[in-house]
């Protein structure tokens, strides 16, 4: 891999205002957000975990690289991050950190509403949130989002997490590219002890819009499994999905990851 979703030198970031936002799993913590338009360019940003006395603890920002990458072996469609090691201000305190950075998934003349808002307003009276997207024509999309989940476990795919985008003029309606998987795989280990104790195959409880809070069982819901990923994960593509990244967290988060993805990929495919 040539690295260019990777920035490894130190940008001076300090200008970027950053807002609160609570994770949405219930998980403590505090995530902030920011933004910056640059030469006519959108650019959204986001830090991993954020304690206001320790700096930057957790490490989503590398996950979200990771499942980037996962996600174009396998051939889903999806936003793509970039990794910027970077200076940033957050309340007259400089911290070094890497951060992710992406842009807008919008096209000219779309706007955008939460899957659970769109659902509220446009239900039929006792539909599951299941069949009220296969009824606009987004079975494929969920059933990839589920298996995606499930390979990563995703335990923040809530209403908002997934978007659909609207162009009135030209009356379309489409689902967002599948976005924001920092909270998964080992989000939670924040010390190497934690890592290597973390069981990569447990079906921990997850806030899932679709289905039920859990990954695992949210498979049943997927008629045809072989055809989702037009892609292959094999054993060689480990070096793809770290390359670039494996000196920022300590080598047991890698294997742990690694052992992880692939061998809940080998469990989805003997479904």
């Not at 970031?13 to 609160?20: A, D, E, P, R, V």
């Not at 403590?28 to 986001?46: N, P, Q």
């Not at 998987?181 to 409880?205: V, W």
């Amino acid at each position: 891999m040539d690295n260019r979703d990777i920035i490894n030198e130190t940008q001076n970031l300090k200008f970027l205002k950053w807002s609160h936002v609570r994770s949405s799993s219930g998980t403590a913590g505090t995530f902030l957000k920011s933004e910056s338009t640059i030469d006519g360019v959108k650019k959204y940003y986001k830090l991993s975990n954020f304690d206001p006395m320790k700096g930057v603890v957790g490490h989503e920002c590398i996950n979200e690289i990771i499942v980037d990458r996962l996600l174009s072996i396998l051939g889903v469609e999806h936003l793509h991050y970039e990794l910027i090691h970077a200076d940033i201000m957050i309340e007259g305190r400089v911290h070094n950190t890497f951060l992710c950075a992406s842009e807008d998934f919008k096209t000219a003349g779309e706007s955008k509403t939460a899957l659970d808002n769109f659902y509220r307003v446009n239900a039929l009276p006792g539909e599951s949130h299941y069949d009220f997207c296969v009824r606009y024509g987004w079975q494929s999309y969920i059933d990839t989002m589920l298996a995606v989940d499930y390979l990563i476990l995703n335990r923040d795919r809530h209403g908002a997490n997934i978007e659909i985008l609207r162009n009135a003029r030209k009356k379309t309606l489409r689902p967002a590219p599948l976005f924001d998987h920092g909270l998964s795989l080992l989000y939670s280990c924040l010390t190497k002890g934690e890592a290597e104790a973390f069981d990569i195959m447990e079906d921990k409880r997850c806030q899932n819009f679709i289905g039920s809070f859990s990954c695992y069982e949210n498979l049943d819901l997927i008629s045809e499994k072989k055809k989702i990923f037009s892609g292959k994960l094999k054993p060689s593509d480990r070096k793809k999905l770290f390359d670039g990244i494996d000196g920022i967290l300590p080598e047991i988060y890698y294997e742990r990851i690694w052992n992880m993805i692939y061998k809940r990929y080998k469990t989805y495919e003997n479904l």
